[in-house]
């Protein structure tokens, strides 16, 4: 049976050979400069990995569906004035959607859109191996508690 640390570094390989692939096709197809595009990703990074913006996108991965009230609730620290700010950033960015449901109160509810997802999903394997490499899975199932 091949050890997990193997899996990991065949994947690495893999997304190496992707991330080339994709890179060559993209530039060869748009006049973008190398320096145009570090400001760009730049711009994506602070937009997914600011304070707050990760843990939301961890929530709405990991729950799917969300009221604006439980995420407040499960986000310990925050304030309402910067997860309405988070929110609505995360929705330009068309990573996050909101969604009125009709009932008595109304409820707004969050989620990832299409390409929220898709990100979230990219950035899996980011979180396996981080988790697998601090010892998380080796942990007893009753030392972690959740808000969810």
């Known amino acids: 049976m091949e050890n997990i640390d193997s899996v990991f570094q065949r994947f690495?390989?893999?997304?190496?050979?992707?991330?080339?692939?994709?890179s060559q096709l993209l530039y060869?197809?748009?006049?973008?400069?190398?320096?145009?595009a570090a400001q760009v990703n730049l711009?994506?990074?602070?937009?997914?990995f600011s304070k707050w913006s990760i843990e939301i996108?961890?929530?709405?991965?990991?729950?799917?569906?969300?009221?604006?009230?439980?995420?407040?609730?499960?986000l310990r620290g925050i304030t309402s004035r910067v997860l309405s700010e988070k929110l609505k950033?995360?929705?330009?960015?068309?990573?996050?959607?909101r969604s009125v449901v009709s009932s008595r109160p109304p409820r707004t509810m969050y989620s990832l859109t299409e390409k929220g997802l898709m990100v979230a999903k990219l950035g899996e394997p980011?979180?396996?191996?981080?988790?697998?490499?601090?010892?998380?899975?080796?942990?007893?199932?009753?030392?972690f508690e959740s808000t969810w």
Do not use: C, H, W
Request: without cysteine.
């Open 89 to 97: 950033k995360l929705e330009d960015g068309e990573l996050v959607q």
């Open 126 to 143: 980011v979180f396996l191996y981080m988790g697998y490499k601090e010892g998380l899975f080796n942990a007893p199932k009753f030392a």
């Open 12 to 22: 690495r390989d893999k997304s190496t050979d992707f991330a080339r692939d994709v």
């Open 43 to 48: 711009t994506l990074a602070k937009t997914v």
């Open 28 to 36: 060869s197809q748009s006049r973008v400069t190398p320096s145009i």
């Open 57 to 74: 996108l961890t929530v709405l991965y990991s729950v799917r569906a969300v009221s604006y009230g439980d995420l407040k609730r499960g």
